[in-house]
């Protein structure tokens, strides 16, 4: 079965410099999971982008993919 | 189109390596081996490197592109085939199936953040400028004619009421439909308001034309 964790790592590791330094936890819950994403340093800005365009974007999708599995994910982007 | 040379104690070391620096997979890569490496005589005398000249492909951003989007619908556990095209500069990715709803999601919200995702991928493991058009069941014409039949809406009640219409938080695409869509009438005119992405789009009747109208 699919996770939402793997579709953030990858997502992830396409938009960063540094991929070996995405890591991704999943923290589930009854209802809900919070997925929680950490970057190199450098990269935080890679993942946020201008305005928080690519972190929306991110959520945005996460978001219709858990709708297709009937649940509800959090995206977190941790320093 | 960049081109780095590399050396490493094999060939496929090399192009190892050449793959992890581009993020690239080895089918985007044009690879030349430049010298083949020898382990010498009983690995003693003449060791020698390989070193290879790896250029990025002219059309590696097509396929960066279709693989890139093609792994993330497949983690959404969707299934579709995705078709790409090149169209000038652009880049048009066609999600073929049913069901794709859920793609294109709230006003094509979903759309759009794929759209983005694969654009900043590209550019990115390219390093060109392309522009990548995500598309699905023909969704951005539909919204097109579908914004394009707003705006003259908007427009004629602007004439027709004489007083300022505003269209609610458009992106910078839309906008631009909007505006192209009522260019040509000579009793209106738009402008774009507001601050970020998502502005408002003003459809102001002319004042001139107004002021004859009552005074005639």
């Known amino acids: 079965m ?4 793997d579709l953030i790592e990858y997502i992830a590791k396409v938009l960063v410099d540094n991929p070996d330094e995405v890591r991704v936890t999943e923290l589930e819950g009854k209802q809900t999971s919070v997925i929680e994403l950490r970057v190199a340093k450098e990269d935080l800005g890679k993942v946020i982008g201008k305005q928080g365009r690519t972190a929306r974007a991110m959520r945005t999708i996460l978001g219709a993919a858990s709708t297709k599995m009937k649940k509800r994910s959090v995206l977190e982007i941790l320093e | 189109m960049s081109s780095i040379e590399i050396e490493a104690k094999t060939t496929e070391e090399a192009i190892k390596k050449a793959c992890e620096h581009f993020h690239l997979t080895e089918g985007a890569l044009d690879i030349e081996v430049l010298e083949s490496s020898s382990t010498g005589i009983f690995g003693l005398v003449g060791n020698r490197k390989a070193k290879i000249r790896v250029t990025v492909k002219e059309d590696s951003a097509i396929a960066v592109a279709q693989e890139t989007l093609r792994k993330i619908i497949s983690l ?5 085939k995705i078709s790409a095209v090149r169209k000038g500069d652009d880049i048009v990715l066609n999600i073929e ?6 793609l294109i999601g709230h006003k094509g919200r979903t759309l759009e953040a794929l759209e ?3 654009n900043k991928a590209v550019n990115r493991a390219t390093e060109t400028k392309v522009r990548v058009i995500v598309d699905t069941e023909n969704y951005r014409k539909r919204k097109e004619e579908s914004l394009k039949g707003l705006a003259l809406k908007m427009g004629e009640q602007a004439k027709r009421t004489k ?3 505003t269209i609610d938080s458009v992106n910078p695409h839309d906008r631009r439909i909007i505006h192209l869509a009522l260019k040509g009438d000579s009793q209106i ?3 774009s308001d507001g601050e970020g992405l998502f502005k408002k789009v003003h459809i102001i009747p002319n004042r001139k ?4 109208e009552e005074s005639g």
Do not use: A, L
């Open chain 1, 2 to 5: 699919i996770e939402m964790k």
């Open chain 2, 76 to 80: 959404m556990s969707i299934d579709t």
């Open chain 2, 97 to 102: 199936g049913n069901n794709t709803g859920i």
């Open chain 2, 116 to 118: 983005f995702i694969v």
């Open chain 2, 163 to 165: 007083k300022t219409v």
């Open chain 2, 189 to 191: 005119q738009t402008k």
């Open chain 2, 209 to 212: 034309k107004t002021n004859k």
